[in-house]
């Protein structure tokens, strides 16, 4: 049987190389033709096939009551509305007429959002990938009248096409090889269905094995952030092996526990190396610079070039991120990242009631991009040639996509060019800002990417949660205002009479919106998150309430009573042959890492034990790949580390220097000491050494501080032996401070990182260190502290 596996996995290939072809758009205009079943339906998605020529029937029972009547194989697509390749498929196969006609009369045909539907899309792809072939979509596979899966690809060209040395089969070739596959041995394809079937159970069951073999303790935290490989030129995750080439995802769930694990003293290269990958997004053609906002990823190594539709997810978790590396390391970039991405989603992806749509999409005029790049004519058209010539020395001189198009991007930090032109960072933005606005409204005019007005719960949860930190963070309340309103919005149109949540709210033709579909894990996990951190924005308790109220509901329905963890489906949905309890945190989080997360958020707040309890359960139901492969589940690492440090279990990170907080108050929080005496040199003198290790992004005054106005503020050692302070017969070496000039153009000397100071003190038993000082990073300081070493 896992000969007939290979046999056809080798027939039947996924293709998705980019570039290959031009863009389709979405089937968004005019109807042509006659309305398929799908023409009822809600989701944008599935109204893009609407009017295709094959005989699409929605995901429900009646498409496999058809399958079993007529004795079909059904032919299942799925895919999103701003997915670019799932466009060119539509355009190429499900439009053409002969294609469609072959689909209609050997196969009941059945068309799926994996946005509404994201637990068919996760049966399917493991499916996919236990044949070992790469996912992606749209997705395609052929299924047995009851389901099961007996092989599938991603992305196939109408015809059979010639990639370099490697011939692609094209849809005519596969119908054509599935149909006399299925003739002449239909029994062996249900085996091959029966047989995928149980490695897809066992794929998505597989992280329950050893549970009780594994110790949660500091070490699978460290395991986890040893294993990503960091680009350290261009910043982001890649392969070390392959030079960091190919695709790059931001992956938000890895950033949120780099930069928290970069708070340590002992981790500065890696927070160097976060801050590179901050910088390099933000400054990237990822980063839309004219309207704000992030796209779905970077086709290659520099940010540079994006796969450009433009996802709710990512943009809420993107201004999480920066707000909470700002709150580590205060820069001007992070708050602008962040205030523009929240103008983008405010303009929109905002709803007239305050909800948040889904997506841009990626593609205009059959033409993916087009909306977002430029020709050097046509910026010399629109801004003047001088103004367009200094535009492009900041944003991009030459054609950096498709060898004639410019994708803005900074080829450097804006305060290096400001440097160079002998300007400030803000005279500098001040004179770009009204070249972008004509820009951005030029670009305007033109025709605009589609744009995908489905509500879905969960997206809306983590949008809540961006706006809830930034509004923290950065003292905004109008941004506090916007996460009240969404959440307002959520708990009374997606919630039913009893209190569970929808998926989504969208209207079907015809008719007004609603809520629609069960719920799933992550709208219950993801809405919490967002209510959670609506909470620490504004201390009202009925976000607590609420948020106390899902997690009870979502254990209710979802939990897996025997072994721990929760199930993505509830209880009552749809049985599908499979029923998945995800784990892998990509470039959302699982919904069992969040839950596990926001267990542990509600016991800091409530102080109410079982909550502790049931994120311990959690934590250890997933022990297996936690151990084995850590960098899967970046969320649930990170909810380890805070679980440990908030119980006590590990502060120093094994080496006796604290671990700063994420928000932290005095300036102990930030600084650590430790002393070491050495072997007295006589019977009166010894050596001592005091290492001050300060935390990334902060500094403390150096002594001298080589300035008048904050001689109070310089750092001071004081020594005491057998608790008398020692006035003479001690030597003290302070070393020399960093000049720095700060945005005010205030000069002084600073100390940062890890600093040593010396000297010989009396022979004594009881030596006691006492250092005065302040920290502080741009904008901030900290109250002051007085540090005691023995």
Same mark, same amino acid.
């Given at each position: ?17 980019p ?6 758009p979405p089937?968004?205009?005019p ?5 398929n079943?799908?023409?009822k339906?809600?989701s +944008? ?18 498409a496999?009551?058809?399958?079993k009547k007529?004795?079909?194989l059904?032919f ?10 799932c ?12 294609i ?12 799926v959002?994996?946005?509404e ?20 979509w749209p ?13 599938? #690809? ?6 059979d096409?010639?990639?370099g040395?490697?011939e692609?089969?094209g ?11 299925d003739?002449?041995?239909r ?10 079937? @149980?490695?897809t159970i066992e ?5 329950q ?9 500091r070490?699978l ?8 490989e960091?680009d ?7 392969s070390k ?16 526990l780099l ?6 003293p ?5 927070a @160097? ?7 390099k ?6 980063y839309?610079?004219?309207?704000g ?13 994006p ?8 943009n809420?978790?993107l201004?999480?991120l920066?707000s ?26 905002t ?18 991009g ?9 910026l010399k058209?629109?801004? #003047? ?8 020395s ?22 290096e060019?400001?440097?160079?032109? @002998? ?11 009204p ?7 030029a ?13 879905i719960?969960?997206w ?11 509004g ?15 959440a ?14 929808y ?6 033709p ?8 069960f ?11 967002g209510l959670?951190?609506l ?21 209710k329905?979802h939990?897996?009573?025997n ?17 998945a ?12 890492s969040?839950?596990a ?13 079982p ?14 790949p936690?151990r084995?492969? +850590? ?7 990170r909810?380890l580390?805070e679980?440990l ?8 990170? #094994?080496?006796?220097k ?14 650590s000491?430790?002393l070491?005496? #050495?072997?007295?040199?006589?019977a ?13 992004g902060w500094?403390?005054y150096?002594n001298?501080?080589?300035?008048e ?9 004081r020594?005491?032996?057998?608790g008398q ?5 001690f030597?003290?070496?302070m070393?020399?401070?960093?000049a720095?000039t ?14 040593t100071i ?11 260190v006492?250092? @005065? ?7 901030q300081c ?9």
């Amino acid at each position: 049987m896992l000969q007939r596996v290979s046999q056809v996995a080798v027939l039947v290939v996924g293709f998705s190389t980019p570039g290959l072809i031009p863009a389709a758009p979405p089937a968004s205009g005019p109807a042509q033709g006659k309305a398929n079943r799908l023409a009822k339906e809600s989701s +944008p998605y599935l109204l893009q096939h609407a009017y295709n020529p094959v005989d699409w029937y929605p995901w429900g029972p009646e498409a496999f009551e058809q399958a079993k009547k007529q004795n079909k194989l059904i032919f299942l697509s799925i895919g999103y509305s701003s997915c670019h390749w799932c466009h060119v498929m539509e355009r190429e196969s499900f439009s053409n007429p002969e294609i469609a006609q072959v689909m209609n009369d050997h196969f009941i045909c059945i068309k799926v959002d994996r946005e509404e539907r994201p637990d068919i899309d996760d049966i399917y792809m493991t499916a996919l990938q236990v044949t070992d072939q790469q996912g992606g979509w749209p997705l395609t596979m052929i299924l047995t009248p009851e389901g099961k899966p007996i092989f599938g #690809g991603t992305y196939f060209p109408p015809t059979d096409k010639k990639v370099g040395d490697d011939e692609i089969p094209g849809m005519k070739s596969i119908l054509a090889r599935v149909i006399e596959l299925d003739r002449k041995e239909r029994p062996e394809l249900i085996k091959q269905a029966d047989h995928i079937a @149980k490695l897809t159970i066992e794929a998505l069951d597989r992280n329950q094995l050893g549970v009780a073999l594994v110790k949660l303790d500091r070490e699978l935290v460290k395991a986890a952030v040893e294993a990503f490989e960091i680009d350290p030129e261009h910043g982001g995750l890649g392969s070390k092996a392959r030079q960091f080439r190919g695709t790059k995802f931001p992956r938000p769930p890895v950033w949120g526990l780099l930069l928290r694990e970069s708070r340590r003293p002992d981790q500065a290269e890696l927070a @160097k190396l976060v801050q590179l990958t901050l910088h390099k997004m933000a400054e990237g053609g990822i980063y839309d610079h004219l309207g704000g906002g992030f796209h779905r990823y970077s086709t290659e190594r520099t940010w540079t070039v994006p796969h450009f539709e433009k996802m709710l997810y990512d943009n809420a978790q993107l201004v999480e991120l920066y707000s909470e590396a700002h709150q580590l390391w205060p820069d001007p970039l992070y708050r602008r990242t962040v205030e523009e991405t929240l103008a983008f989603i405010d303009r929109e992806l905002t709803s007239p009631a305050g909800a948040f749509y889904s997506a841009l999409d990626a593609d205009t005029n059959h033409k993916e991009g087009e909306f977002y790049f430029w020709t050097v004519h046509e910026l010399k058209k629109v801004l #003047g040639s001088d103004d367009a010539a200094f535009f492009m020395s900041i944003y991009g001189e030459r054609a950096n996509f498709e060898d004639q198009f410019i994708i803005p991007r900074l080829s450097q930090p804006l305060r290096e060019t400001a440097q160079q032109l @002998k300007l400030s960072e803000d005279q500098l933005l001040a004179r770009l800002a009204p070249l972008k606005n004509t820009l951005f409204e030029a670009r305007s005019k033109r025709e605009r990417p589609f744009l995908d007005t489905k509500v879905i719960c969960a997206w809306n949860g983590q949008m809540i949660a961006g706006y809830a930190k930034a509004g923290e963070v950065f003292k905004k309340p109008d941004y506090i205002q916007r996460a009240r309103r969404a959440a307002e919005f959520v708990l009374t149109k997606l919630r039913t009479k009893d209190g569970r949540l929808y998926r989504v709210y969208a209207a079907v033709p015809g008719e007004l919106p609603a809520g629609r579909g069960f719920a799933f894990l992550d709208d219950y996990t993801y809405l919490v998150h967002g209510l959670l951190n609506l909470h620490d924005a504004t201390g009202e308790k009925r976000w607590l309430e609420e948020a106390r109220q899902l997690t009870e509901i979502a254990m209710k329905y979802h939990r897996d009573g025997n072994r721990g963890g929760y199930f993505f489906t509830a209880s009552d949905a749809e049985k599908l042959f499979a029923r998945a309890r995800d784990s892998y945190d990509g470039v959302q989080p699982s919904g069992n890492s969040q839950m596990a997360r926001n267990l542990l958020r509600l016991w800091q707040k409530t102080k109410e034990e079982p909550y502790r309890e049931l994120c311990v359960k959690t934590l250890k139901a997933f022990g297996l790949p936690l151990r084995l492969q +850590p960098a899967t589940m970046p969320t649930m690492v990170r909810c380890l580390d805070e679980y440990l440090e908030a119980t006590g279990d590990e502060s120093t990170n #094994g080496t006796g220097k604290a671990v700063p907080p994420i928000r932290p108050k005095e300036s102990a929080d930030v600084v650590s000491a430790k002393l070491e005496l #050495g072997v007295p040199r006589n019977a009166q003198t010894q050596d001592f050494t005091l290492t001050l290790t300060i935390a990334p992004g902060w500094h403390i005054y150096a002594n001298p501080v080589d300035n008048e106005a904050l001689k109070d503020s310089q750092t001071v050692v004081r020594l005491l032996a057998n608790g008398q302070l020692l006035t003479s017969d001690f030597k003290l070496v302070m070393p020399k401070g960093k000049a720095t000039t700060d945005s005010s153009g205030a000069t002084y000397a600073i100390y940062e990182g890890t600093i040593t100071i010396t000297g010989t003190v009396p022979v004594t038993k009881d030596l006691e260190v006492r250092v @005065k000082l302040v920290a502080c990073r741009e904008g901030q300081c900290l109250v002051p502290s007085l540090l005691k070493v023995k």
